[in-house]
């Protein structure tokens, strides 16, 4: 059975930095590409990056690019988002996900099939 366990959220203020990570189990990690989501109170859920299987591929959404970063540790099964220069729109619950297959680098949600139960972040003003 697939698990993906989020930690690191938390109440920051604005310009401030929080590290998310996620830890796997239940199948071959260096198998999957990872991805982080986000969804905000009465929003849909968003994509914010994603990692290829190795590590030598990642994307991010456009809102998040040169604040945000993903690195993955296989030999730990960890994913992890490092997040700076927070702002509050950043705030929402984050869950960190696994690709289908062998898909490379998806950002569609769909396209994704083992989801964490989600990492709360609150960025205050």
């Known amino acids: 059975q697939v698990q993906l366990v989020e930690s690191g959220g938390g109440l920051v203020q604005a310009g401030g930095s929080l590290r998310l990570s996620c830890a796997a189990s239940?199948?071959?990690?260096?198998?999957?590409?990872m991805g982080w989501f986000r969804q905000a109170p009465g929003k849909e859920r968003e994509f914010v990056a994603v990692i290829s299987r190795t590590g030598g591929i990642k994307k991010y959404a456009d809102f998040v690019k040169g604040r945000f970063t993903i690195s993955r540790d296989n030999a730990k099964n960890t994913v992890a988002l490092q997040m700076n220069s927070l702002k509050p729109e950043d705030t929402a619950v984050y869950y960190c996900?696994?690709?289908?297959?062998?898909?490379?680098?998806?950002?569609?949600?769909?396209?994704?099939?083992?989801w964490g139960q989600g990492t709360q972040v609150t960025v205050s003003s």
């Open positions: 996900a696994t690709a289908q297959g062998s898909l490379s680098t998806p950002i569609l949600v769909r396209d994704y099939d083992y």
């Open positions: 239940g199948r071959t990690f260096s198998n999957y590409a």
